[in-house]
């Protein structure tokens, strides 16, 4: 018993001992954290946020409350821009507290390429301001926004007008022929099916279902209805692929089904 006491109070000492040993190492590690933060140039640092934006909202935020020179950092006009909005509906059901509304005004004053993306999908789609979206599509698109030139090329389809519709399959079958940006319209295509989801889409202009292959040689037939997401761009015409994105997007339309 008294053994245990004294092996209790030499643990006391003990776990006394490592918790200043620790708590003078962990100060030192912050102090010298702190001063390795301080010697990083503004520049850098608002770039390292802006990347960490771009991936994650929430990572973002937990960096901006982990030290003062973050929290000035993320506030730069750049980080918002490369702001990720994953986390925010794209129609909002429910009001938006003060502070998501204060937060998404300061992305579009900074010209985040994701919001304008965002209201020039909402735009055309539901077919309440059609004559805005390719505006705010632009805006997106000057930020190489992909997802920005594939909804584009979507209108150019839908249009109705030869002429648009032929430079929309020049379009979308020129971002097919790069291996980088097939992948990240993957990610885009189906990022759009998912908001699509969310939103009532009454656009009448994509009840007229455009067919883009002209070609009159049943190469179809000869090698079956193509992947929309094959990696060989020798395979198949451009208008095939193109119509196979049209089927894609019309499946991704649930209330027309
Ligand atoms: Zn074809």
Known sequence: M???????????????????????KITR?????ASNIENIPRELLVEILSRIAENSFTDIHNAKLSCKDFHEAAEDTYVYRHMSLDSFPVVAWNPLSEKQQTFLTKCKECQNPEIMYRQGVLDYFTGKRPES?????????NANHIGALYVTCIILLFSGDDEL???GVGLMAGMKKSKY????LKEHRDKLKRMLREMWVENPALRRRPVCCTRQDNHRRKRGWVD??????DVHCE???????????ADSLPQWQ
């Open 181 to 184: 940006v097939r992948k990240r």
């Open 29 to 33: 590690r912050a102090v010298t954290t």
């Open 228 to 233: 929309i997401d094959d990696d060989d761009e």
């Open 133 to 141: 979206a390719l505006g705010h599509l632009q805006r997106a698109l």
């Open 239 to 249: 208008g095939c692929s193109v119509d196979c994105e049209i089927r894609f997007l």
């Open 2 to 24: 008294v053994k245990d006491v004294k092996d209790s109070t030499n643990m006391g000492r003990a776990t006394s001992v490592i918790s200043r040993s620790l708590s003078s």
């Open 165 to 167: 519709k032929a430079t």
